[in-house]
């Protein structure tokens, strides 16, 4: 694992995660008995992404996921299709999936200290409204087709820390806008189509990212015009709301 600061931003792994971390920025990890910022932390998240961003912070942490049928959760919300109802759709999703962490603990009889970090993200589109991980092919090339006519998203993430067993909680929502370049829908060679088929043929993780969206990937940056926010909260962890937690529980 490498990480490298350009100018201000941070490169993990060759990929952008936006603004570099400041010394101030880890102050609320630091433990006043210690520099190891060891907090028997518990990712609740197969992401690979996630994983990524979270080793770009010096924190250890293990993974525990306790796997939550997401669709049957918010249909009121997900109709509503706003980037209010998402902020509050992926706030809802973060508690039921910490629900299902802490039922597992409890289950395996563990009640020593640990904190339990749980995300979610959907992606809100003009036309389409709350889209999350596409279903299949032709889903993925819908979404797809959708950025090439009206050619900016908003990603809607929330992150959440449980200190266990005490329970006291802090919750963060975050947003970024990301603008594509209209060449996604007049370019033959860069057709929404043809896109989804070079990503598809490279094995690239699709199906598994909220929209289909994946700003990392080189094929994809190349109809990126700009990113309001920072690129971790796209990819789906922002890592000052991990910090601004940790912060808040520590006041706690």
Request: charged content about 25%; hydrophobic content about 35%.
């Amino acid at each position: 694992m490498s990480t490298s600061n350009h100018g201000s931003q941070t490169i993990y792994n060759g990929v952008h995660l936006g603004p570099s971390l400041t010394s101030s920025d880890l102050l609320p990890l630091q433990n006043s008995d210690s520099s190891d910022y060891n907090y028997n932390l518990l990712l609740s998240s197969g992401s690979s992404t996630r994983r990524l961003i979270l080793d770009s912070i010096p924190i250890r942490y293990e993974v525990m996921v306790k796997p939550v049928d997401e669709r049957d959760i918010g249909t009121e919300l997900r109709a509503e299709g706003s980037i209010e109802s998402a902020t509050k759709l992926v706030s809802l999703l973060a508690k039921v999936k910490r629900e299902g962490v802490l039922e597992e603990l409890r289950n395996q009889g563990i009640y020593s200290e640990r904190i339990v970090l749980t995300a979610d993200q959907v992606v809100t589109h003009p036309e389409l409204g709350i889209l999350e991980k596409p279903e299949d092919r032709e889903e993925a090339e819908k979404f797809m087709k959708a950025y090439a006519s009206t050619p900016r998203v908003t990603t809607v993430g929330s992150v959440m820390l449980t200190s266990y067993p005490s329970l006291k909680t802090s919750l963060q929502t975050f947003t970024s806008t990301v603008h594509f370049n209209s060449s996604l829908l007049t370019s033959d060679l860069l057709k929404p189509s043809n896109l989804l088929d070079r990503l598809l043929s490279s094995n690239a993780p699709v199906y598994e990212c909220a929209g289909g969206l994946m700003i990392e990937n080189e094929m994809v940056k190349e109809f990126i015009v700009r990113v309001d926010g920072s690129e971790d909260s796209v990819l789906g962890l922002s890592r000052r709301a991990v910090l601004e937690c940790f912060r808040e529980l520590r006041g706690m």
